[in-house]
């Protein structure tokens, strides 16, 4: 177990080619103006230096494994930062965006393959896209891809997702829910509420929507990461499993909402270690995995030390450290 390669499921690159793709296009101007909104001006201010004096991190590829080194992690899974999204862009537009996203990281993992593994993007706003955009994926070697919690006028409950859910289970790939933006908009536009509540906030609710919508019970081997712990749903299932127990209308999916905790997976990225153990007590040591966020200042610098102070039995914590994300890529 203690030589288990440490892997760090929750790391991100910048694709300048992909933001000028995008830059000037319709569109693009009122969705930066809606992300200003609802991250507010002092969030701004402050985002904008960090992205800035991380892009070495970000973008070179000796730079990020010079960083993995100091932080004793061997393998980092890379996907775009979640700013690549672009949920707005018309069909043309997606799907030009998604094949240079693809093509790009794949590119940027190619410098150390055997220590970077990476994730696409596939365009949520246009379902029937979804799964070409995954086939592309994998046809450039990487493992998945990467997607948020919802789109416009989407959950990910929304039956036209069903092909892309099933080619996802079918080929084994990864999908790794990460949110970019929160629908609550303007009411978290100080104090970085925009994250610190807006992002376990949107994980929890596009986790509700594939368990009570029955997405899981007719995907049983959907290999999906949840971003951030989860978000709040984990450490507080039980109102959702009485929900599913007292309500008729609560009652979508065939099991109690706690036990499909089981069938997904979850970065370690909680900032807490009494959150991070009931992470695990709830959804098994074996459903966690190490994750930083790589390199922004909402991660960790020190995941290996995170998990640690978790204090948790000898074979899970290196269970969370690399055994388990070793045994996904190993299935991809």
């Not at 991070?276 to 459903?287: I, K, M, N, T, Y």
Request: charged residues 20%.
């Amino acid at each position: 177990m203690a030589d288990t390669p440490t892997v760090d499921v929750h790391a991100h690159v910048l694709l300048p080619e992909v933001e000028a793709l995008v830059a000037g296009l319709p569109g693009h101007a009122e969705a930066r103006e809606l992300e200003a909104r609802r991250n507010g001006p002092a969030a701004l201010a402050v985002s904008g230096p960090m992205v800035r004096e991380r892009v070495p991190r970000l973008t070179d590829p000796a730079v990020r494994l010079a960083a993995m080194d100091a932080q004793g992690v061997d393998v980092q899974v890379v996907s775009p930062s979640p700013s690549h999204y672009h949920y707005w862009a018309d069909e043309d537009t997606a799907e030009k965006l998604y094949r240079l996203a693809n093509e790009a990281t794949a590119a940027h993992c190619s410098a150390a393959p055997e220590r970077l593994r990476g994730l696409g993007l596939a365009p949520l706003q246009h379902p029937e896209q979804a799964v070409r955009a995954l086939d592309h994926a994998l046809q450039q070697g990487l493992a998945g891809v990467e997607i948020s919690s919802h789109a416009p006028g989407r959950e990910l409950s929304d039956p036209a997702y069903e092909p892309f859910w099933t080619r996802a289970e079918k080929t084994g790939a990864l999908v790794f829910l990460h949110p970019f933006g929160c629908t609550l908009d303007e009411r978290l536009g100080r104090w970085y509420l925009s994250n610190t509540v807006g992002q376990p906030t949107e994980n929890a609710v596009a986790l509700s929507h594939l368990i009570f919508s029955g997405v899981l019970d007719r995907h049983p081997d959907l290999r999906l990461i949840a971003a951030h712990g989860g978000g709040y749903l984990p450490t507080h299932i039980g109102r959702s499993d009485h929900a599913w127990s007292a309500r008729s209308d609560a009652a979508g999916c065939a099991h109690p909402p706690s036990s499909y905790l089981r069938r997904l997976y979850f970065d370690s990225l909680v900032h807490d270690p009494g959150v991070l153990r009931e992470l695990v007590r709830v959804a098994g040591a074996d459903r966690v995995l190490l994750g930083s966020d790589f390199p922004f200042d909402m991660g960790t610098e020190d995941p290996v030390g995170a998990l640690r102070a978790a204090a948790l039995p000898e074979a899970g914590f290196h269970a969370v450290r690399g055994g388990n994300a070793v045994n996904l890529l190993r299935k991809d």
